[in-house]
């Protein structure tokens, strides 16, 4: 038997807001980068739009800045800060896995 690590990193802020920043929230922002729309990245991800939007007014509201810029009818895109948060994110959960699998073999007998 082969043993593999997994983790969930997720940010929150320490005032007690509702939501967090995680993969989740993540993978909703890439879809707005391609899709140049909340909706339609809601809707790629079988989510409906008015949960899309509340989970991210929820991070915006753990983060303290926007992540998405909406222009009505043209969609949304990503603000500098969302794109930087996004990064982010994707670096440091690369780290972590980098180091689960380096050290994953510890728990094999």
Excluded at 1 to 19: C, H, K
Excluded at 54 to 77: F, H, M, N, P, V
């Amino acid at each position: 038997m082969t043993i593999q690590a997994r983790a969930r990193i997720t940010f929150i802020s320490d005032d007690n807001l509702p939501g967090a920043f995680g993969q989740g929230i993540a993978l909703l922002m890439e879809g707005v980068e391609e899709e140049h729309s909340l909706n339609r990245a809601a809707k790629r991800m079988g989510m409906a739009y008015s949960k899309a939007w509340r989970i991210i007014k929820e991070a915006e509201g753990q983060l303290g800045y926007e992540l998405l810029a909406r222009d009505g009818a043209r969609g949304s895109t990503l603000t500098p800060q969302g794109k930087h948060a996004l990064e982010t994110y994707w670096s440091i959960k690369q780290e972590v896995t980098e180091i689960l699998e380096r050290r994953v073999h510890e728990l094999e007998a």
